[in-house]
């Protein structure tokens, strides 16, 4: 092949895999898998690994990041960005829109309405279909280039479809999906590093990264809301949302609740529909956008000095409220780690009754100089826990008192202890009773050795009653001892001795999880089994031979081997060796390794009740032959396996064209698989 077939499969690949990207990340609509998608992305990184010189920034393999910046460089913006003004309620949106029928002679004028995303404002610049620039809004006038963070956002078009001006700047709002966001602090929190406090900072964080790599790694996606500029005299469509529909061909993505609204009470319709549902969606808004929709007009009535006047907030009601704290008490976690939380005078916060909030530990309550007797402003942001964000101090009147953590634990009485390093204050007595109810509560919960029946109340009652001393006394409970316990019938008592001996054959990965040991989540247990291969080795591993593993520092290294040095918890794990669980790494799951991927790369969704799997084992199977098991059905799915009373999940994969499976065909399908192989 000479250069220009070279570059001519290049330009196919490029165009076929943002098409791809556009599919999945814009519209939401992928036509192919993972495993064709990859395929297309390895063949273009070949090509380019053999023809440097054909790499361009715009191409779908720099998505992953570039050399890490000392600093951004400053962008003038070529029209400023602008802020907007608020209102608060119907009559301040009524009093706008007098003010602007004011303006407008024909006093007829129609509105569009947008949500408003609460995350960071971007400008895109491109230049003949590439995009080629992108910044902070900054102060509005000026910001910061972080075009190669922008670059790695996959629902950004890096190459435009269709007709557009030779130069024009798009603007819009980069956000951190709520539900990535969970699962980001939740990764963040079982591998010891800080958590965020809201998706918004977490965006605002990832977008700031010298190293665009980094970024790359954070699941960012965007809205866009608006043309900034164009050059030239490319035909734009006349009005807002045409505009945006228009913005759309090229490639853009475009939030779908957009809506024109003939009049100012559609408009409030909108708002009010919103301030119920903006619960719903997986982005947070803290209002919606209502603009005039005719360009003419938006320019009729201008900008008055950094707000135009054809656009307003109409915010949403406040996620913020002001209460009394009224007490600072605490909790043990599994962990042993004294946890402070705030006792509220009970406040509604955006339409729910908050008493409580998590005050994280000392640092927090000193940082914020939070002391019992305060007023203080309390948030409740989507769906995170309610967090306490300040004190009113002018409010005092010098009856408020400081908090101190306490020297004993509330639970057993052992002295707290806080080490270098680490913001928590911790009970280390192996034994406190609190620490063992939370650590129950944990063992047997579904990530880790997923014991079905035993809950919080079981384990107090378990503990209470000095039937168990630790997790390992679980399994040499008999069925007699637990009828005695209070409101225990024999079948419930049968059902706890057989879900019990049922988690003995667990993976090693997910016991070392259900140990409870501080910053060993399932990801780094999977890591260090996969590794070490059985129990005797992972507590003999030295802190060197864990932080050679990816994703495991010192920290974590720390914690594991400090574990595995006390009496307490060696006896443990011995009492645990012989109630007979698995301490074995099974990579041979019995079968053969043709069976071992049987189901690779193939997306299940399993619904209804099963007769011979609990849902979480199914999963297991399917994760373990391969495939992946997700709670929805989309048009990713490959099949649906459909137990007694499956519901709506079934309708859906019929509209979408999904397979449905029984279990016996699902059987059936993972039995056979490897005899076609052979045959082949
Ligand atoms: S229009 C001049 N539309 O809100 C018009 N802005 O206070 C200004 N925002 O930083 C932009 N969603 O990033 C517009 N649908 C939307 C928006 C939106 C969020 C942000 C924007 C800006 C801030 C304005």
């Known amino acids: 092949m000479n250069k220009n077939m070279f570059q001519h499969r290049i330009d196919e690949l490029r165009s076929e895999i943002e098409r791809h990207n556009r599919l999945y990340f814009v519209d939401n609509d992928p036509e192919i898998g993972d495993r064709e998608y990859d395929e297309l992305m390895r063949e273009l990184v070949e090509i380019e690994k053999e023809h440097p010189d054909l790499v361009v920034p715009q191409s779908p393999t720099q998505r992953v990041g570039s050399e890490p910046l000392t600093e951004f460089s400053q962008i003038s913006h070529q029209v400023p960005l602008l802020s907007l003004g608020n209102a608060f309620n119907d009559d301040d949106l009524h009093a706008w829109h007098e003010r602007m029928a004011g303006l407008i002679e024909s006093n007829k004028f129609e509105l569009a309405c947008e949500l408003k995303f609460d995350g960071l404002a971007v400008a895109l610049v491109y230049e003949n279909g590439l995009f080629v620039q992108g910044a902070t809004r900054g102060n509005g006038a000026t910001g910061e280039d972080i075009t190669s963070n922008l670059r790695t ?51 605002a964080g990832s977008l700031r990264q010298l190293d665009s790599s980094i970024t790359a790694q954070r699941p960012l996606d965007i809205f866009i809301y608006g043309l900034g500029w164009v050059e030239g005299d490319f035909p734009i469509p006349k009005t807002h949302i045409r505009s945006l529909e228009y913005l759309k061909t090229l490639g853009f993505k475009i939030n779908p609740f957009n809506q024109l609204a003939p009049n100012i009470k559609n408009a409030i319709e909108f708002h009010q529909k919103w301030v119920h549902n903006r619960n719903s969606i997986d982005y947070d808004c803290d209002g919606v956008v209502i603009k005039i929709d005719s360009f003419d007009y938006q320019q009729h009535v201008g900008t008055l000095g950094r707000e135009p006047r054809w656009a307003i907030a109409y915010k949403f009601p406040s996620t913020q409220s002001i209460t009394k704290l009224l007490d600072i008490r605490v909790n043990v976690g599994r962990t042993g780690t004294i946890n402070p939380y705030a006792v509220l005078e009970p406040v509604n916060v955006g339409g729910v009754t908050v008493k409580q909030a998590t005050l994280h530990n000392e640092d927090y309550i000193e940082g914020k100089d939070l002391r019992i007797g305060d007023s203080v402003v309390v948030e409740r942001a989507g769906e995170v826990i309610p967090q306490v964000v300040s004190s009113q101090k002018t409010r005092r009147d010098g009856t408020e008192q400081k908090f101190l953590m306490p020297q004993l634990c509330p639970s057993c009485g052992s002295p707290t202890i806080r080490e270098a390093e680490e913001s928590a204050l911790y009970c280390r007595n192996n034994s406190c009773p609190a620490q063992l109810v939370r650590l129950v509560e944990h063992f047997v919960s579904k990530s880790a050795m997923d014991i079905d029946g035993v809950g919080g109340k079981i384990g107090t009652l378990l503990i209470e009653s000095g039937l168990i001393t630790d997790v390992g006394d679980l399994y040499t409970l008999r069925k007699e001892q637990l009828t005695k316990l209070e409101r225990m019938g024999e079948k419930s008592a049968s059902n706890i001795i057989g879900a019990v001996s049922d988690s003995k054959d667990r993976p090693l990965s997910r016991l070392l999880v259900a140990l409870g040991i501080s910053h060993i989540g399932t990801e780094v247990a999977e890591n260090i089994s996969n590794r070490f291969g059985n129990m005797e080795k992972i507590m003999q591993a030295s802190e060197e031979s864990l932080t050679d593993i990816p994703d495991i520092g010192p920290k974590i290294a720390k914690s594991l081997t400090t574990y595995f040095q006390s009496a307490t918890n060696l006896l443990l794990i011995d009492k645990l060796i012989r109630a007979g669980l698995n301490m074995e790494e099974k990579n041979d799951t019995g079968l053969s390794q043709a069976q071992e991927q049987v189901l690779r790369d193939m997306r299940f969704c399993v619904t209804g009740r099963l007769q011979q799997f609990s849902r979480s084992e199914i999963q297991n199977l399917i994760k373990e032959l391969g495939g992946s098991a997700s709670g929805s059905v989309s048009s990713r799915t490959n099949y649906l396996i459909a137990g007694e009373e499956a519901g709506s999940k079934l309708s859906d994969a019929a509209r979408i064209g999904i397979p449905v499976l029984s279990e016996d065909d699902f059987l059936a399908m993972i039995q056979q698989r490897p005899f076609y192989d052979d045959d082949a």
Do not use: H, M, Q
């Not at 819009?172 to 990764?187: C, W």
């Open 153 to 203: 956002i996959r629902s950004i078009p890096l190459k435009l479809i269709g007709d557009y001006p030779s130069r024009f700047e798009v603007r819009g709002e980069v956000f951190f999906p709520k539900s990535e966001f969970r699962k980001f602090n939740e990764y963040r929190e079982e591998n010891g590093l800080d958590t965020y406090a809201n998706p918004r900072n977490t965006a």
